[in-house]
Structure formats: C-alpha cells, structure tokens
C-alpha cells in the first residue's frame, strides 16, 4: 500500500468478507449522505491482525426524507436496526447525536455504528479524510494522524493502543507528528 | 526484517509483536500479508453468523440498554 498522493492510498489487497460487508453497506450509505469510517476498521483496512464487531462511521446530517430513503433501501437489503424498528425513533436517536447499529437480518454482529457528526472535531474528520482505493473500490477513512491522536490520548484502551501502534509503525515516513499533537491538545480540551 | 522480540510482560510482547507484523505489512506486497490477515478475519465472519445474541441482548451487553 502506498499514498499515492497526499489524501489516497492505493490499497492491492485481497478483500476479505468483512471488507465485502463494509463495502456493501456503504455502497447505500453513500447513496444518501457523505461518510467517514473511523476507529477499529482503519486499522484493519490497512493491515492490523485483528478483527471487529463494529464499523464506526461518521455521517452528515440527515433530511427525514433522506434518512426515509436510506432505511428504506437498507430494509429491502436484508438490514436491520438494532436500536429499534420505528424509523421515526430512529432517526430521532441520530438527530439527537446518538449512535445507531445497523447489522444484517437475524443477525448482531458484525454491525455498523452510525452517528451523525455533531461535534466540532467529529465535523472536522471529513475535511481531512483519506481515500483508500482497493479492488473493492473507494472508501473515505479518516486521516491518520487524527486516528492516531484519538486512539492514543482519548480511547486509550489496550486494543486502541495497539491500533495506533500499527498505524504509526505502517506510515512512518508520511505521518505528521504535528498534527497529532494539535489532535492531542484539541482532544484534551474537549475531554 | 527485524526479529520478533519477546518480553515477559503481556501488554509490552503484545505490543512487539504489533510492530513486527506493521513492518511485515510495510515490507511485503498487499497480496501476501492479507491472505494472512483474511484467515482470521474470515474466521471471524463466519463464526459471527453462529452467533444467537439478539439486538437486546448485545446492547446490554454493550451497555447501550
């Protein structure tokens, strides 16, 4: 893999099926609003030995009507909500900041986490977010140093640790350390 | 490539070993390391449709119920 200019990174990997599962949800998603995937799948997007139970993934604000179109097209793709079946709650718990999970029929996991971005830094993931091209295709994931910064000084679990580890080790020669310590004092003050 | 180095403190071995594998994945060619990757993760995938959590069961589980 390899940046292949300052915000896309050329992806040759062989997919896997939890690939093939993102890929499917965000081929709907996208559709309807603008995205970035955060946290846990970045890093195993780009190579960590790990697996996951959730997609996290920052959306922009939703129209009812829009959010009525896409949980329509979800519904008629096997999804479901774990949150509830009223979409009306639903889309409630979105424009209220709140986390959805969207996993496919009769099943939990794996699932994908929806939120909109409500926060400054969480609105400020799209503006910087990374394109990674694979045989997929295309996906937006946030940009490194912020996932790096968030991992590391906010998360600070054992497994985010690792997560930033890898993704620092990876990209040793194209990370900007100065970013990741803006995210660092920005996080700080947000805690 | 740098050799693996053990330790006898599990958070540090885990943590050598996330560096070793970032520099395998940074040395070899995508096609290698994620046929590696894959046989886990599609391990995972297929036992994740074994799994008979329903939707409030795993929110309680996550605490999010």
Redesign the interface.
Known sequence: ?KFINRNTIK????A???DE?VFDFINILKKHTDYVIVSGYVA?L??????T?DIDIFIHEFSKDAFNKFYNELLKNDY?C??SEDVNEIFDYLSEGLPV?FALIN?????FEIKVAKKILDKESFKDRLTVITKLGKIYISSLERQIAFKRYYLKS?KD??DA??????FKDDIDIRKIDKYKQLLSKSQ | MKKLTPSKDR?QD??NF??Y???Y??TH???E??????I???S???N??N?K???K???KIKG?L
């Open positions: 893999m992806l040759d990997k062989e896997n099926d939890l599962f195993i780009l190579g960590r030995s790990r697996t139970e479901w774990l949150n999970r099943t939990t996991i794996p699932n054992d640790i690792e580890k890898h993704i620092e080790e990876l | 958070k885990r943590l996330v560096e594998w970032a520099n994945v940074r060619p995508d096609k390391w994620s046929r590696q990757q894959n886990l993760i599609n995972m995938m297929k994740a449709k799994s959590l329903t939707p069961q795993y929110l999010e």
